[in-house]
Every structure is written in structure tokens, then in C-alpha cells.
């Protein structure tokens, strides 16, 4: 690793001012500021300890001359292709990120340092803060936390950085001596320890057994106004942490363990707080599934309705994910729908995945494809906006079930040309198999074969027509579709970039891995 | 498969996706001054109702998509002197027929869209033209033609007027055909 050309002091002979100093780097999407960071800041400062939080993804992006000089630069943060650590190191973002970092240290003399890993798209960015604070900063304790520590360093031998492998992230620094511990789970209660004591606190999965009663968040230190809002300054919100459901593709569930969910009173008192402190005219709840709990989410829109009326606040807006139920669970006696359009619900998340009934039934959505009609019809009805996900090339998926879901997007078209449904996104390529998810748990025994070290390929032996080249066909068809229809969408000019790197850096292995196959006995023949 | 095979089988199913068929629900009210208004409602060149509409009234119809256009007429038929009580210089009562609302699968055209008022007109009898018309007040045919397919093109107008944010952008010719050689190759 190159040498700094400034002179970093010596940590015990200067004055420490701040008792912790918490980083995010690249990548991260930039539609709301990275709630971890005002939340733990509020926590901890709410103890009586200082401290400062910075979002360098932020402070890259507004110093980028373009939204596509964003893009190309950070690209190579995305864990997604091998990239040797000297070329991070040199590239136009390292080094801003280097030096940044060293500005940090030197200007806030940090007692303890967090970095926080939203996703797994910002733990090589992680890993380069690391690498620039055990170089220079070697003193100062440092621990990792965040979603994405749980994720493996893709390509960790390609780093060029002689690091030992471990199963995640976390355990790849934390035996490479890179960080002191890290934080797996809530890290709500457990921070404030740390700081006082920096005991290692890796040993086990923190959970908070209850959610009410946390300071609120504090944005004061981040940029909050120039973040790259879709609809004025979006704020986060926490309703509750896992999951009601249990869909058989999801890691919700593994990671999150037992559902908690937060009275919804308190989450419509801190929405109108956000509104009235930072002029926050959307709140994003970052829940898996806002009505979750049907219950609390009454209590939630129809604190927010009363005192949005009260209060005047016709712009307050609040956006996130939501579940569509079965249409014989909708409570219509509550006033249901209008209710929901009354307390600002907006851009609703919905992972419909499959158009198929068969695949919805596989995947244990709890929910047929006539139910989702059923919704979105109300939607319109009632000027609720709404985000469709799908998912192409489940396991279990055939070309009939595929068909189905192209039949969705048929019937749903009257729903884009009137924002009932904002857009449909096809994410992750296709199926990719989770660890913590129910497909993570089977293996060659139960006809699952896969690739440790790609989540995207997999064979299930009993639907042999779904191979690779069957894979891509799908998603060609699905962004094709989209395209004719002219659906609303915001990521496949970038999945279609993603198919295209992802078959060219992976040729080998595809090959290798379906070489590798052993066919069922009646193909063979 | 090859290529062409490939991209034919593709396009085959892409072409799945585009509607056979719309459901039109027009909201009409009707007024009436020494009778109702006689009706009729013409979906692509194809009569679909003749007859006296009376107060609010509700029509639908599934219509099959064609190749070009989604032509809706309304026609008003018959209205004489007798139909407007004309005093003073003033219309005390009138015969006309206010289109509240088209829908077309459910989506109100009046209210969500721009096409009933920009793209409508009304040809008078006596072969008169005139634009952004909500209903029927003389002899003559009110007509909305919409351009097929209706909705990927109603899509594209409200992706529009939000800025083209989210409009979809198709994959690079070059990164496809490398692709489907990749496919081909596999």
C-alpha cells in the first residue's frame, strides 16, 4: 500500500475530541441518508457521548461532476467483480476515500471508530477504510456493523492482500486483525457498551427484543438536504425488524430472527417529528413489511390521518413496503383504503415476484395473483401509488409459469399510465440463492446443486428445463417486455449492464459448473 | 436454438403481452327536454348501443383491439327545435348528453389523462369542427381515436409529463448479441 504523503500524528499525543466517529462508504443508493447512522449517533449522544457521523457515498457523490461519474467510479465497489486492492487504492474514489479518512481522523480525533455496511455493496469500500485506518491509525479501536457485514468478500483472494477467507465479511476483517469487533444484528443496545468498555461483542446475534422507547435518529451531521430525493427531503423510520411471512427465497427471516414490531403511535409521533424538525415531506419506513402487523399498522395510518388533519400537513408523505394480503383479510369495517390514502401512503413496495399461482403457492407468498388484482384495484380507486418487484426464474419456475407472469404485466399495464403502479422491477438478474433462505438449506440430496461463491448459479434438478441458457432467455424476454409496454422502471438499464459483466467475467464457471453437474439419471439417456 | 431462433421465440412472447381487448365504460348523464337524447355508441366502426339515455347512466363494452386504432364515437341523433326551450335570449331547458367519464380497464381518460380534452373532437352535423368538447349538444359525432397499442403509448405520455424518470432503456445492441452468442455458445 502506498505511503500517505501528510504526516498522520501519533493518536497519544493529540487531544481527543470525539468519543466515536462513524463512517459509511460506497455503495449505496442515495434516495435517503443511511438511517444506521443517525439513529446509533442519537443513541449514543443520548448517553452522554459525542459523536460524529459521516456518509462518504454522499460526500463523493456531490463532489462528482455527473451522476455517471458516480456510477463509473464506485463500480468497482460493488463486490460484484475481482478487483486487485492496489487499483481500489489508486483509482480516482480511493483516493478521495484514503484521504478523506485521514481528514476525519486528524480533524475529530476519534477515541473509537464504527464503520457500517448498509449492504454488500459497501463492504469493499469498508475494507479500504480498514485497511486506511489499521495503517495509520492503528491505536484506535475500530468494529464493523451494518446488514452487509454478513455477506462473504466476493473475491477476497483477488485483492491481492494475502487475507484469510472467512464465511462473512465481519469474520474476514476480524481475523485478518482488521477491526477489533464487529456488531452482527441490532447494534441499538449494545453500541453504547462498546464504547465505554470496547469489549469484543462478535460472539452472538444482537436482537432487540422490544423497539419502543430508542431516542429518535439525528441527521444533523449528514448533508440531509442534498441527498437525491425522488419526492423533497425523505427521512427513515423504523416500524419493526424480520418478518411476519416466510418466503422460501428470502434471508429475512435466517437474519432477522423473531418478528418485532414497534406501537404504531410512536411511529406516527416520530414521522410528524421528522416532518416538523428536518421539513422531511416523505418518510420512508424501513420495515420488511410495513403492515406486517395488521394491527399495529392501523394504529400507525390512523394516528398519522388525525394528525396530519390536525396539524395541516397535507404534503406529509410516507412510503415503504407492504404486503398484499389475501383480499378476504382487507379490513374494509376500518375504512381501510381510505384511511391508508389519508395518512400519505405512497409508492407502496409490493413483491408480487410471479405471476403464477403455482409459483406463489412454492414460494409460500400466502397470497394468489387474483388477490394482488384485487389491491391494486383499490389502489387506483383510491390514488394509492404503488412499486411491483418480480423475480424471474424462481426454482420451480416453467416456461408456462414464466408466461403467467408476462400475462401480469399485460393485465396491469392500465396501472402505469395513471401512477397506480409507479414502476415493476426486476432485480437480482434472476433467482439467486441465499444461504439463510429456505433454498440455502438444501443441496444436491434435495436435486439442488450450486456454486458456494455465486448465488446466481444453481441447477434444481427437478426442473431441468431451467438451466443458464433458459435463465437469461427469461430475463432477456422480461426486459424486452418491459420495453415494448414501456413500463416504468429504474433499474434495468443497469441489470442488462449487470448480464452482460456477469456472463462475460463468469463464462468459465458456468461452463465448469454445469460441466460439473451430474444429470439426472433420465437426461442422461 | 440459434440467434434467430432465440430472438424469434422472444419476440413471439413479447408479443403476447400487448391486450386483445379493452373494457370501455363510458359515464354518461344525460338531460332531456321534450325527450331524451338518442344515442349511439360506435367502438371501432362497430355499433354498440342505439337508443335513449336517460340521467346518469352507465355504459360497458369489450371491445377487440385492432391493428391501428381504438376509435370511440358518440353520435347525437335527432335533435330538433322542439329539443331547446329557447326564451328571451335564454336556454331554459335543453336535450344534451355530458360524457362524465371514458374508461378504458379502468382508467378514467377525463381525469387521468390529457387525450379526452387534447385529442377529442366534435364534428357537427354540418361538417363544423370543434375541440375539447365534454359531450353531446348538437347532431353530430364526438371521437376519441387512440393510437394502439393504447397503453405502452398512455404510459410513455405519463411517463412524460413526470420528467421520463423512470422511463426503461433497452439493452445495448452490441452487449445483447454478445448475450445470445453466449447462449448460443452454452
Redesign the interface.
Request: charged share 20%; proline share 7%; net charge positive.
Given at each position: 500500500m502506498e505511503k500517505l504523503s501528510y504526516n498522520t500524528k501519533s493518536m497519544d499525543t493529540v487531544k481527543q475530541t470525539t468519543d466515536f466517529l462513524l463512517i459509511t462508504g460506497p455503495i449505496r443508493s442515495l434516495i435517503y441518508p443511511p438511517m444506521a447512522l443517525a439513529l446509533l449517533k442519537g443513541i449514543v449522544e443520548n448517553k452522554g457521548f459525542n459523536c460524529k457521523t459521516v456518509d462518504l457515498n454522499q460526500m463523493y457523490f456531490t463532489q462528482c461532476e455527473s451522476e455517471d461519474q458516480f456510477e463509473t467510479d464506485t463500480k468497482m465497489f460493488d463486490n460484484k467483480v475481482p478487483v486487485d486492492f492496489e487499483t481500489l487504492y489508486i483509482s480516482a474514489c480511493g483516493k478521495w476515500i484514503t484521504n478523506k479518512v485521514v481528514d476525519l481522523v486528524e480533524t475529530h480525533r476519534p477515541k473509537s471508530i464504527g464503520v457500517s455496511c448498509f449492504s454488500h455493496y459497501n463492504i469493499t469500500a469498508a475494507l479500504l477504510i480498514l485497511k486506511v485506518l489499521k495503517e495509520h491509525y492503528a491505536d484506535i479501536p475500530v468494529m464493523i456493523g451494518g446488514y452487509g457485514i454478513n455477506s462473504p468478500l466476493s473475491f477476497c483472494e483477488e485483492f491481492g492482500l494475502g487475507l484469510t477467507r472467512k464465511e462473512s465479511f465481519a469474520e474476514t476483517m476480524k481475523s485478518n486483525g482488521l477491526v477489533d469487533t464487529y456488531v452482527v444484528g441490532d447494534a441499538e443496545r449494545v453500541m453504547v457498551n462498546w464504547i465505554k468498555n470496547k469489549t469484543d461483542i462478535s460472539d452472538k446475534q444482537h436482537k432487540l427484543e422490544k423497539l419502543e422507547g430508542l431516542p429518535y435518529a439525528d441527521y444533523t451531521d449528514l448533508d440531509y438536504k442534498n441527498y437525491e430525493y425522488?419526492n423533497g427531503i425523505t427521512l427513515p423510520v423504523t416500524g419493526s425488524k424480520g418478518c411476519v411471512r416466510k418466503c422460501s427465497f428470502c434471508d429475512i427471516p435466517g437474519k432477522f430472527g423473531k418478528f418485532v414490531q414497534r406501537d404504531g403511535k410512536e411511529i406516527a409521533d416520530e414521522v410528524i417529528y421528522l416532518y416538523e424538525t428536518y421539513g422531511a415531506k416523505t418518510i420512508f419506513l424501513t420495515d420488511s413489511l410495513t403492515n406486517g402487523s395488521m394491527k399495529a399498522f392501523l394504529v400507525y395510518i390512523e394516528t398519522l390521518s388525525n394528525l396530519k388533519h390536525k396539524r395541516g400537513y397535507k404534503d406529509l408523505q410516507w412510503t415503504g413496503q407492504y404486503i398484499m394480503r389475501p383480499k378476504h383479510q382487507i379490513p374494509h369495517a376500518k375504512n381501510y383504503y381510505p384511511m391508508l390514502a389519508e395518512s400519505g401512503a405512497v409508492g407502496l413496495s409490493a413483491g408480487v415476484e410471479s405471476g403464477s399461482d403455482r409459483v406463489l403457492e412454492h414460494m409460500n407468498k400466502k397470497c394468489t395473483i387474483d388477490d394482488v388484482y384485487t389491491e391494486l384495484?383499490y389502489f387506483?380507486q383510491h390514488k394509492i401509488s404503488s412499486l411491483l418487484l418480480l423475480m424471474c426464474g424462481y426454482p420451480t419456475e416453467t416456461r408456462s409459469d414464466f408466461?403467467k407472469t408476462?400475462?401480469f404485466?399485460?393485465?396491469i399495464?392500465?396501472?402505469?399510465?395513471?401512477?397506480t403502479v409507479?414502476?415493476a422491477e426486476v432485480s437480482a438478474l434472476w433467482f439467486a440463492r441465499d444461504p439463510q433462505s429456505q433454498w440455502g438449506r438444501m443441496g444436491p440430496e434435495q436435486g439442488m446443486h450450486f456454486d458456494p461463491n455465486d448465488p446466481k448459479l444453481w441447477f434444481y434438478e427437478p426442473n431441468p428445463e431451467l438451466?443458464?441458457?433458459e435463465l437469461?432467455?427469461r430475463r432477456?424476454?422480461l426486459?424486452?417486455?418491459?420495453?415494448?409496454?414501456?413500463?416504468?422502471?429504474?433499474i434495468?438499464?443497469p441489470e442488462?449492464?449487470r448480464?452482460?459483466d456477469y456472463?462475460?467475467h463468469n463464462?468459465e464457471n458456468?461452463?465448469k459448473f454445469?460441466h460439473n453437474i451430474k444429470r439426472p439419471q433420465h437426461e442422461q439417456q | 436454438m440459434n440467434n434467430n431462433k432465440?430472438e424469434n421465440?422472444?419476440?413471439r412472447?413479447?408479443a403476447?403481452?400487448?391486450?386483445q381487448q379493452y373494457t370501455i365504460k363510458l359515464e354518461l348523464e344525460a338531460f332531456e327536454c321534450n325527450g331524451w337524447p338518442q344515442v349511439e355508441i360506435i367502438l371501432n366502426q362497430e355499433v354498440v348501443f342505439d337508443g335513449e339515455i336517460k340521467n346518469k347512466n352507465t355504459k360497458e363494452f369489450v371491445v377487440k383491439a385492432q391493428e391501428k386504432l381504438l376509435d370511440i364515437r358518440l353520435v347525437l341523433k335527432g335533435k330538433g327545435k322542439r329539443n331547446i326551450d329557447f326564451r328571451d335570449n335564454t336556454i331554459l331547458k335543453n336535450q344534451y348528453c355530458v360524457i362524465n367519464d371514458i374508461k378504458?380497464?379502468?382508467?378514467?381518460m377525463r381525469w387521468?389523462?390529457q387525450v379526452f380534452w387534447e385529442d377529442s373532437i366534435f364534428e357537427k352535423d354540418n361538417k363544423e369542427v370543434l375541440t375539447k368538447v365534454d359531450g353531446l349538444y348538437w347532431n353530430g359525432t364526438w371521437r376519441v381515436a387512440l393510437q394502439e397499442?393504447v397503453?405502452?403509448?398512455?404510459?410513455?405520455?405519463?411517463?412524460n409529463k413526470?420528467g421520463n424518470?423512470?422511463?426503461?432503456?433497452?439493452?445495448?445492441e452490441q452487449?445483447?448479441t454478445?448475450?445470445l452468442k453466449?447462449?448460443k455458445e452454452?
Open positions: 425522488t384495484e387506483n408466461e408476462l400475462n404485466l399485460r393485465d399495464q392500465p396501472y402505469f399510465s395513471n401512477g409507479i414502476k438451466d443458464i441458457k437469461v432467455f432477456l424476454t426486459h424486452k417486455t418491459i420495453n415494448e409496454l414501456h413500463i416504468p422502471n429504474g434495468e438499464k442488462m449492464q448480464l452482460f456472463l462475460k463464462k458456468i461452463k454445469y | 432465440l421465440e422472444m419476440q412472447l413479447v403476447t403481452t400487448h391486450l378504458i380497464n379502468g382508467i378514467s387521468g389523462h397499442p397503453f405502452p403509448l398512455l404510459n410513455k405520455i405519463f411517463q413526470g424518470k423512470f422511463n426503461p432503456v433497452p439493452i445495448k452487449h445483447l454478445e448475450i453466449f447462449v452454452f
